[in-house]
C-alpha cells in the first residue's frame, strides 16, 4: 500500500496543479513497471477516489487544520490518506503508518511526521462528526462538485440538479457494444455467463454488465466481437441515419468507438479526422482490431481546406470538443480543472468547427452534434444560435424518439450526451 499511496498522493498533487489525470497515471504507470496488478489497481482506486471526494475531503482537511497547509506534497498525502479512512475499508492503523512513512521516508520531511500523525488520528476520533460538518458547511463539500458546476445546473435543471450531481460522484458503469456483423446482445450474454460475468441488454446491440471487468477477460474482445462503450454514446451511429455506399466524415472521431459502431451499421466511404495524431492511431488500432476499413486524417475540423477534397459529405458525425460535464464520474479530475469561462470558450470552439463543418456537408445530407456535455450553452443554445446563422439548416426529429433534440442526462445505466441532427435544405 505504502507505493500505492505515495504515488496517488503524487497523482493528486499534480492534478491539483492543473494537469490531467489520465496523463499522470500513465506517465507513474511507466515509471514504475514493477508495481504488481494489485498496487496498479490501488493507485487507480487511490487517485479517481481521492478526486471524485475532493470537495468534502477538502472541507474536512480544512476543519482539522489549525493554520492553513503550504505544503502541497504533504496536504496531497493527507488527501489520499483521509480518502482511505473515510472511504475505503482499509486497515485505518496501516493508512496512518504509511502515510507517516512516506512523510518521512519518501518525502524526507521529518518534520512533517506530528502533523501528518496527528491529523489522520483526530479524524479517526471524530469522523462522523467531521463529515456530517463537512457536509453542511458549503455546498461543494456537500455535492462533490466546484460552485460554478452546482449553481449552473440548479439553474439549468431546477427539477434534476442534485441528481446529476450525485450521479457525477459514483463508479461509472461499464457498457459493451456488440459488433453486429459478428452475432448479437443475447448470443454474447450467453457467451458472458460461460464465463462468469453477468450483464443484461441494452437497446439495439449494447450490454450493461454487473459489475466493470478488464477488457482481457471479454470473450472475442481482440477478434472484434464486442467493444466496450457507454450506452449513451451508443445511440450516435444510428441517429446519423447512414446506409451503405454513403460518404461520411466522422470530424472528431478518436478513439473511434462512433466510427467502428458507424461501420458496424453500413459500408461506407468513411473519412475519419481528427486533430489529435496520437489519439488518432487509436482510431486506426480500434478499426484494425474489428476488421474496417477508414481513411485516417489529422486535420483541424474548423479548418477544412487544409484536409477537404472539396467532395461534399452526404453524412457528417460532428462529435466535438466539449466540457465532458456528461462523463465527469469517468474523469473526476475535469471537475476540479475546469473554470467556468472554459465553458463559453468550448462553446465558441463548437460554434466555428460546426460552421466550417457545414460547408463540407451535401444539400440534403444530415450532419449530427453530439456532446457529452449537460450544459446547456454547448447543447440546445449551440444549435438554436447555429439555426439562427444558417437559413438553409433544419432540425430533424431525431429517428425513431419523440424528442426533436435530445438532452440525455447521466443516470446507472448512460453517461450525459446531447444530440441534434441538422439537415442542409
Ligand atoms: C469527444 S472526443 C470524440 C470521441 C469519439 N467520437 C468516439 O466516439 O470515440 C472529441 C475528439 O475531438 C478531437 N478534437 C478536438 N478539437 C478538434 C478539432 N478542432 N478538429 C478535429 N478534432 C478535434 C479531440 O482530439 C478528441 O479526440
Known sequence: MLDAQRLAALAVAQVLAGRNLNQVLQKELARHPQLTPQQRAMLQDLSYGTLRHYGTLQAVLGALLQKPLQDESIRALLLVALYQLAYTHTQSHAVVDHAVRVTVQALRKTSAKGLVNAILRNFLRRREALLADAAAAG??????????????????????????????????????????????????????????????????????????????????????????????????????????????????????GKTAHLLELADLDLTALDHDSKRLQKVEQN??????????????????????????????????????????????????????????????????????????????????????????????????????RHGDAELLPLPGRAEQDLQLLPDQEHDGFYYALLAKL
Open 139 to 256: 455546498e461543494e463539500a456537500r455535492h462533490g462538485h466546484p460552485q460554478w458546476w452546482i449553481d449552473k445546473l440548479r439553474s439549468q435543471y431546477p427539477q434534476q440538479w442534485e441528481e446529476i450531481l450525485a450521479c457525477g460522484n459514483q463508479h461509472p458503469p461499464m457498457a459493451l457494444r456488440v459488433n453486429r456483423r459478428l452475432g448479437n446482445a443475447q448470443a454474447y450474454l450467453d457467451q458472458l455467463s460461460q464465463v462468469g460475468i453477468v450483464g443484461r441488454a441494452l437497446a439495439q446491440s449494447g450490454i450493461l454488465l454487473e459489475q466493470p471487468v478488464a477488457v482481457d477477460r471479454l470473450p472475442g474482445f481482440s477478434a472484434g466481437q464486442v467493444s466496450v462503450q457507454d450506452g449513451g454514446a451508443q445511440l450516435a451511429a444510428s441517429l446519423l441515419d447512414v446506409a451503405d455506399g454513403m460518404r461520411v466524415l466522422d470530424a472528431c472521431s478518436a478513439p473511434g
Open 287 to 388: 478499426l484494425r482490431r474489428l476488421g474496417f476499413k477508414a481513411e485516417c486524417l489529422v486535420g483541424d475540423a474548423a479548418e477544412p481546406q487544409k484536409w477537404w477534397n472539396g467532395k461534399p459529405f452526404q453524412r457528417i458525425l460532428a462529435d466535438v470538443p466539449c466540457s465532458a460535464s456528461g462523463v465527469v464520474r469517468r474523469h473526476p479530475d475535469i471537475k476540479w480543472l475546469r473554470r467556468e469561462s472554459d465553458i463559453a470558450q468550448f462553446a465558441a470552439q463548437q460554434a466555428a468547427i460546426l460552421d466550417a463543418l457545414w460547408r463540407c456537408l451535401e444539400q440534403g445530407g444530415k450532419l449530427l452534434y453530439v456532446t457529452c456535455s449537460v450544459f446547456a450553452e454547448e447543447n440546445s443554445r449551440q444549435v438554436a444560435a447555429f439555426l439562427q
